[in-house]
């Protein structure tokens, strides 16, 4: 284990002390999206519905399309390539390589198993899925995180990628909130994105019926208002433990909102309007643990300033891809980095991982000083330049194919197609 420089800085930009502790975290990202995208603002018009109920009401612009060509395994995989490929990272040099998903392509066979196979990663890994509804790509972070952080990783890294397809169905209260893609992370020592505060997290979970995907089904059962209640709860009282610990760690000052000295928050994203809920919830947290009186009007606008400053920048990605399930709190990550990443160098930031039925968890980390220029690796404006609008009737013909009839055409360079069963064994291509 490595003393952390003394030289990172951490709330505000004021100096995070040297610390004798493992620097263990995420040392690179790389993004995977379906190739086609709808205008939410064409879906608004098809339904009959106020544009700006999506774009203004729900924060979303665009959201990602997949065909059946584009599952969850084939999103993972270009994503994980993505990454080896930015980290520079020897395959063999992995020891862990957990997907986190919700929308698996097999009740026994992981995700992660054909991911395994596809970027022929070495047979000494260990090698598994995750899941708790969005949540399971954090489950995967904080194990390879506390893996490495112990020593029993020797050295190694980790491969963690969260992968979904949110698919709610045509003409419902959630389509306009469904997405698709992955987000892989290299999880390693002395990591260039984020050095993660560990054993700095509060967590919350509880027994709900918030949204909920039967055995057999595709598309997601949602009691969506009550799922927004269960988020707002739980984001409560994981941000209150959070803040508890890191007090005690003194890596916030008591005495002033701890939220305030968060140089930003990623908050879960199923659409980008929940993270203003969820930083008005934090926020209110705050104002409620002080003793000093507040004005509800005066607070109104200080949030609204404060969003635009902490959370906003997040936002650009989700709002332009969707909701990614498992992958949408990295998506915000990576966006936020993308928008962000020179100032918040050295910075402290917070993340807020929400998963339906329910865990929750809310952790800290600082930004690392080359983020900017190992997230302009991914290419993300590229990423979603290289997309093709489809029409609406486009989008209803792609829905109604069945899963496991993919349009037959070839993957995108460094891409991954599934190409049909044959044998009841899923076949795939990569390019
Ligand atoms: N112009 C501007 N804004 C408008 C508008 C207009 N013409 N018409 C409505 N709005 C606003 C509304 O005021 C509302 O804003 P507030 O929430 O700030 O009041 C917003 O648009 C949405 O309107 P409704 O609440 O009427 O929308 P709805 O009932 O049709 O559906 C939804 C919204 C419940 C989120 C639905 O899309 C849904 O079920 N989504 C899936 C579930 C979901 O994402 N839950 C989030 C928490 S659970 C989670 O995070 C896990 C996960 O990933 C699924």
Redesign the pocket.
Known sequence: MRAASSTAAGLGGAPVPARAEARVGIDAIGVAVPRRYLDLEDLARARG??P??Y????GALEMAIAEPGEDTVSLAAAAGRRALEIARLDPRDLGLLVVGTETGVDHSKPVASFVHGLLELPRTMRVYDTQH??YGGTAGLMTAVEWIASGAAGGRSALVICADI?R?GVA??????QGAGAVAMIVGAEPALLELDIGVAGTCSSHVH??WRPLGQRE?Q????Y??E??LDAVATAYRGWKARAAARELVRTGAPAGEQLAAICY?V??C??A??AHTRVRRCDLEDSAAPWDASVEELRAATSFQEQVEPSLGLCARIG?V?TG?LYLGLAGLLHARGAELARRRIGLFS???GCTSEFFSGVVGARAAERIAAARLDELLAARERISIDEYHRIMALAPGAPLGEPPVPGGFRFTGVEDHRRRYVGA
């Open positions: 519905i106020d700006a109920k774009t203004h009401g729900l509804a969005c949110a709610y419902t209260a959630g389509e306009p909130t918030d949204f997601a949602v009691d969506g208002h799922s927004i269960c988020y879960h199923p659409f309007k929940m203003r809920k909701n399930y949408s929400y998963g339906s």
